[in-house]
């Protein structure tokens, strides 16, 4: 009988003639990782300028007007390599000024190319995953090309296409554009990408987990070869390991962060609560005078919850997959301008949200896995500011939570609380004094009276009268209609 290293006899299973499938010892699989060989950098340079980078004096003076008067660490990892024209990959945590890092080359880039700009043939595309970072990239590249000399357009669906066509025939040079649309106006002609000269994807990883890298592959078929190509997320993994083997040449890996980071100054509580308490606990953490951003699971959670707290004094309005793309425009809008002190969102706005001054993160409905986790909290503690995250957990969450809670690697500090613990009072400091927005009156329909003078119901003509707001007559635009906001 056959004995294993250590002189013990071991037992050969399966028929006679076939070897063996059990071992003393069985082999262990080594874990998976990115096949990433490429050169990586982890320490950028320290204190140093946009100047001393080689950034033209003309974005440097609209990025100091930005408030942006010195580079971050993932501007200073990146700059050196992609203003020579170089391909890099570059991961950062969340508000960390990904954008800025590839704005700026790509403006570069494009300004020292001096091609001319021709109608329907846009010059540098950026990918992004979601409309609201699509809107967000674009604020922030704007003063920058616009400092340059340059136009930018934005491009994805929720809106009329008609606007997004005019903008293209005009003359684009930095498209920034969501995969969908994007592919609409290719396939209608509208969009030629035969002239890209520079190509980014921002946040790859989540462009992988909505479904989009087929069409990110389509895309990027499309555009010449030999061009420049970024791609910038808050994490580099398996999942677009394909895109950079087949479209980046050469890439040089600025990594600034761990994958799964969170930042210095971020501050995290776990409040455990029973069902009865949960929603006056969710008030009571949204009653604080500063901003507030509140997670929920569902998108009627996150509507239903905003219409409580703002019917309660708490100005409030909601961000979720169902609201038009206007309606995610205004209430952003609100939200940015202090007319709403919370925002109630699902996952639609743990990426490319960025609000400034946002004190608290709640996760109303605790994540499923630790990325969302991470994502979601990234929404506060953003450029160096301070934040405090809060997860309200139930009974039956908490060993869910606890494994998600490990896994994003945090230690928060936990407590079982109600309603008036003192642990909330010291999170959310001062209550705000309640705002009840008014609600448009509605008058009374009006119903005109009859012409006949026996009392008979039939109007006008013989014919039965009709109620207010029924047959080919309405009461009216106003009938019916409330404000909101």
Request: aromatic share 4%.
């Amino acid at each position: 009988m056959p004995t294993n290293p250590a002189g013990r006899a071991t037992r050969r299973r399966g028929r006679p003639g076939q070897p063996s499938t059990h071992s003393a010892r069985r082999p262990v699989a080594e874990p998976s990782a990115p096949a990433f060989d490429f050169e990586v950098v982890d320490s950028p340079p320290e204190d140093t300028t946009f100047e001393a980078l080689g950034v033209p004096a003309p974005i440097v003076a609209a990025l100091v007007k930005a408030g942006c008067p010195t580079p971050f660490p993932i501007q200073a990892a990146t700059l050196p390599s992609s203003l020579t024209g170089r391909d890099v990959l570059g991961r950062a945590r969340t508000g960390s000024g990904k954008t800025v890092a590839f704005a700026v080359p790509t403006v570069v880039a494009l300004v020292a190319s001096a091609k001319a700009r021709r109608p329907n043939f846009p010059r540098a595309l950026v990918l992004v995953p979601t409309r609201e970072l699509a809107a967000q990239v674009a604020a922030t590249t704007e003063p920058i090309a616009r400092a340059m000399g340059l136009r930018v357009a934005v491009i994805h669906g929720g809106v009329s296409q008609g606007p997004q066509v005019a903008a293209l025939r005009a003359g684009v040079d930095v498209l920034i554009a969501c995969p969908g649309r994007l592919e609409d106006l290719a396939q209608q002609n509208h969009c030629k990408l035969g002239a890209v000269e520079v190509c980014v994807l921002d946040e790859a990883d989540h462009l992988s987990d909505l479904g989009f890298l087929p069409a990110v592959k389509r895309i990027l078929d499309q555009t010449p070869a030999g061009g420049q190509r970024m791609l910038f997320s808050a994490t580099l993994d398996r999942a677009v390991d394909t895109v950079v083997r087949r479209y980046l040449t050469n890439p040089i890996t600025h990594s600034v962060d761990s994958a799964d980071s969170t930042p210095p100054d971020l501050e995290h509580h776990a409040f455990t609560v029973t069902v009865d308490d949960k929603a006056a606990v969710v008030r009571e953490l949204a009653s604080g005078k500063e901003r507030s951003l509140l997670f929920t699971r569902t998108k009627h959670a996150a509507k239903k919850l905003a219409k409580d707290l703002s019917a309660r004094g708490i100005p409030a309005v909601d961000l979720h997959g169902n609201l038009s793309q206007p309606q995610r425009d205004r209430n952003l809008a609100a939200f940015a301008d202090g007319s709403a002190r919370v925002l109630v969102a699902t996952d639609i706005a743990a990426r490319g949200i960025h609000v400034d001054d946002i004190a608290l993160v709640v996760h109303v409905d605790p994540p499923t896995e630790h990325k969302a986790y991470l994502h979601r909290s990234g929404r506060t503690a953003r450029a160096g500011a301070k934040g405090t995250v809060v997860t309200v957990i139930l009974p039956d969450q908490s060993r869910d939570v606890a494994t998600m809670i490990r896994q994003a690697g945090i230690r928060p500090a936990s407590a079982r609380i109600g309603p008036g613990a003192a642990e909330t009072a010291a999170l959310t400091g001062p209550i705000a004094e309640p705002v009840f927005r008014p609600q448009a009156t509605v008058p009374p329909a009006q119903t005109r009276p009859s012409r006949s003078t026996s009392g008979s119901p039939r109007g006008r003509g013989g014919r039965a009268a009709q109620p207010s707001g029924g047959g080919r007559r309405s009461a009216g635009p106003a009938a019916g209609r409330r404000r909101s906001w």
